[in-house]
């Protein structure tokens, strides 16, 4: 199956509220979505989240980021296809992406 990757990296030195990975192929748009537990109060916060997904062919996605105290960063559409690897960082003045093609 065709997966493709958002690796989300939190560079911000602050914590991650919630990550929303919106993607659309074949017709339908999809979103990913992570949002900050409890159990994070608890446990240090991941610093690297992967978030996959099946792409039904080519598509676009982008990424949305809430730190904690609101500030929201989003990425700009962009062109994806499976096999594409997309890391993401989230540093303290914004977001910078970077793709990676992986062979299957």
Not at 36 to 62: A, K, Y
Request: proline letters at 4%; hydrophobic letters at 30%; aromatic letters at 6%.
């Amino acid at each position: 199956m065709p997966i493709a990757t958002v690796n989300v990296s939190n560079e911000s030195g602050r914590e991650i509220e919630s990550i929303v990975v919106t993607y659309t192929t074949c017709g339908q748009t999809k979103k990913l979505i992570y949002r900050r537990t409890e159990q994070h109060e608890l446990n240090s916060e991941p610093t690297e989240m992967p978030m996959h997904f099946v792409l039904c062919g080519e598509g676009s996605h982008s990424t949305e980021v809430i730190l904690r105290g609101g500030q929201t960063m989003a990425t700009k559409g962009s062109y994806i296809e499976g096999g594409y690897a997309i890391n993401v960082h989230v540093t303290a003045s914004g977001i910078k992406s970077e793709y990676q093609y992986a062979l299957p």
